[in-house]
């Protein structure tokens, strides 16, 4: 992991702490963590790192979008998706980056995040294909999703409850981190998008791990990197 990344990555924790805070001071206070996010700055930083990694691999400054600014897209089953970073070669859509975090209320965040992820992709390939994107090569969308380890993450999580069928063996005697893991490998395995980051934050202990090499953030960059050499040369 970039020392840059992983400084990145524990900050983030900071700025939520800050942002919930911030709310308090205020006299608006969100049920939950959710204040230390309803703010939508936690995650900047890292999109600022990644943008400038694009720029590295020659996308042009003024052709990257991010912190909500033009970062929308048509969808099929929706008129339009807000995602985190949009890079462009010219008018053509080279990447759209979904950034994720989740830090708690783990059992209901990990159904929640495996249906957005799917349903995002999903609605932006539809898009794709019925040609309201690029006109040959296809975007690549890419999927980035950061884990908080504690003491929650880290324990077992409920028997999946399936009266009718067996669910998949993976699920079963597992952790919180290791359903997240297994939905990022499929995520990528299965091209739901072209490009997965997953890591895990421990900001008590000051720890980042990314617990599969192939979904490393060295190989996030490495996928994103080929498409943006497609682009290069058609121009």
Known sequence: MR??????????????????EIQ???????????SQVTSGKHL???????SEDLMSMGVSEDRIFYKNKDTEIPG???????????????????????????????????????????GE???AKFASDRGLLNRVIPPLFAYALIVRKNEESSSLCKKPNSHHFQPNEAFMSATYLDRFRIMCERLRRENIYGAVWFVVVDPDAGEVSEPVKELSYEAFLKEIEGHVGAFAATR
């Open 3 to 20: 020392e840059d990344m992983r400084k990145a990555l524990l900050r983030s924790y900071d700025l939520r702490v800050e942002a919930g």
């Open 24 to 34: 308090i001071e205020r006299g608006v206070v969100d049920v939950g963590f959710r």
């Open 121 to 123: 992709a999903i609605d």
């Open 44 to 50: 900047d930083e890292i999109a600022a790192i990644i």
């Open 76 to 118: 099929w089953f929706r008129a339009t998706k807000q995602w985190d970073i949009l890079a462009f070669s010219d008018d053509q859509l080279i990447t759209a980056v979904e950034l994720k975090s989740i830090s708690s209320s783990f059992g209901n965040n990990l159904n929640n995040r495996t249906e957005e992820a799917v």
